[in-house]
């Protein structure tokens, strides 16, 4: 799994990495959080990429670098990407370069913070609050997996009563019932 922490509550840069003193780890796998890692220099042709979007059946596929010269809108997008949120589907993203922040709500919703970098492959589960940043580097490339046709629509914080938010937390009851078929 990628390095990941609990936050400390101090407000300011949203960059900066927030670590408590003490550092304090985090397991962001038991939030149903998954991770791969690979090769992002040859993604293009990368036989174990293959495998995993055929396995868990990631058809649609692009790519997105996020910096204030490539991203339209990029301040506004950064804003978006910062909000509370959850999605119906599992979001996936694949580090091609550059790296970022995802944060997570732990189970007594505190924040976790994973530092995702250039290789790192990771899944949120449909349901599961979280948010992204940039770093204090202000540059990510990543490619974005989806399960058949892709669904961006985010649903800020509070969105408790959808289905998918009650799923997830059931889910989060029955430890062992989240498989992905996966090599980790
Ligand atoms: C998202 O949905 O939050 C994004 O696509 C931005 C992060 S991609 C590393
Ligand atoms: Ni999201």
Not at 134 to 149: I, S
């Amino acid at each position: 799994m990628a390095e990941a922490w609990y936050m400390d509550s101090v407000e300011g840069d949203q960059r900066r990495p927030h670590r408590l003193t003490p550092d304090q780890p985090a397991a962001p796998q038991e939030l149903g959080v998954f991770y791969w890692k690979l090769n992002a220099d040859i993604y293009e042709t990368d036989p174990e990429l293959e495998r995993i979007r055929k396995d868990q059946g990631y058809s649609y596929m692009d790519i997105i670098s996020i910096h204030k010269d490539t991203l339209p809108n990029y301040e506004e997008k950064l804003k978006m990407f910062f909000e509370e949120h959850l999605h119906l589907d599992d979001e996936i993203r694949y580090i091609l370069d550059g790296q970022g922040y995802f944060d997570v709500r732990s189970k007594d919703e505190r924040w976790i913070r994973i530092a995702v970098t250039k290789g790192d492959l990771i899944t949120l589960p449909a349901g599961i609050y979280h948010r992204f940043t940039l770093d204090e580097t202000n540059y990510v490339k990543a490619m974005r997996l989806f399960a058949g046709e892709p669904v961006w629509k985010a649903y800020n914080r509070p969105a408790d009563d959808f289905d998918v938010r009650q799923k997830y937390l059931a889910s989060l009851q029955e430890p062992g019932e989240r498989t992905v078929s996966c090599l980790r």
